[in-house]
Every structure is written in structure tokens, then in C-alpha cells.
Nanobody, 115 residues
Framework: VQLVESGGGLVQPGGSLRLSCAAS????????MTWYRRVPGKERELVAT????????YVADSVKDRFTISRDNAKNTVYLQMNSLKPDDTAVYYC?????????WGQGTQVTVSS
């Protein structure tokens, strides 16, 4: 199993970014995918999760109405569209899949929201 995140960077408050997570090594369409974020010194936070078929999603209240999770099963990729970014969104963002009670993680992508 391999998960590779991309798309992070430095953005001004109010800006947008789209994160991607390219997956391989498993039957991508069969598993829900989840985005988490972590700020040093704080608990890891679940940001959004989406079903294998992409027909249902959950987005945390802290980012609801600003972030959208989606997936393209033909490309084995899950996305996180982040709009109206705030400094509090600064974190390392990780994608995750759980297979047979084993959690798999990518290396993370840094998102920094600052003027």
C-alpha cells in the first residue's frame, strides 16, 4: 500500500488549495479514504472522509462549508479542496486508509496559511 500526498504549500488567508492523494497497492474503490491533519503539539484531527464509491462523505465541523472531499476511482486518487483558508488550517495533511484493521498513511503535505 502506498499513499502519496501532494498539493500543499504557502497560501494567503482566504486562498484555496487542492490536495491530492495518489493511492496504489490495494483495491482503491473498495475502501473509504480519509484526510487528517496534524499541528505540532496538538492531537491529530480528522478532516474529512469519503466512502469507496464516493457517494457519501463526512466533513468536520471545523472546516464544513470550506473544504470538500472527493475521489476519482479511475485515477486511484482522493482530493481535498480547501477554500477560504484560515491561519488555523495550517498543518501537515495526511491521507489514510484502513485495510484489515491496519492503518496506512502517506508522508503528509504541509499547508501553511499566512500573509
Amino acid at each position: 500500500v502506498q499513499l502519496v500526498e501532494s498539493g500543499g504549500g504557502l497560501v494567503q488567508p482566504g486562498g484555496s488549495l487542492r490536495l491530492s492523494c495518489a493511492a496504489s497497492g490495494f483495491s482503491f474503490r473498495s475502501y473509504p479514504m480519509t484526510w487528517y491533519r496534524r499541528v505540532p503539539g496538538k492531537e491529530r484531527e480528522l478532516v474529512a472522509t469519503i466512502t469507496g464509491a464516493g457517494d457519501s462523505a463526512y466533513v468536520a465541523d471545523s472546516v464544513k462549508d470550506r473544504f470538500t472531499i472527493s475521489r476519482d476511482n479511475a485515477k486511484n486518487t482522493v482530493y481535498l479542496q480547501m477554500n477560504s483558508l484560515k491561519p488555523d488550517d495550517t498543518a501537515v495533511y495526511y491521507c489514510n486508509v484502513n485495510i484489515a484493521w491496519q492503518g496506512y498513511w502517506g508522508q503528509g503535505t504541509q499547508v501553511t496559511v499566512s500573509s
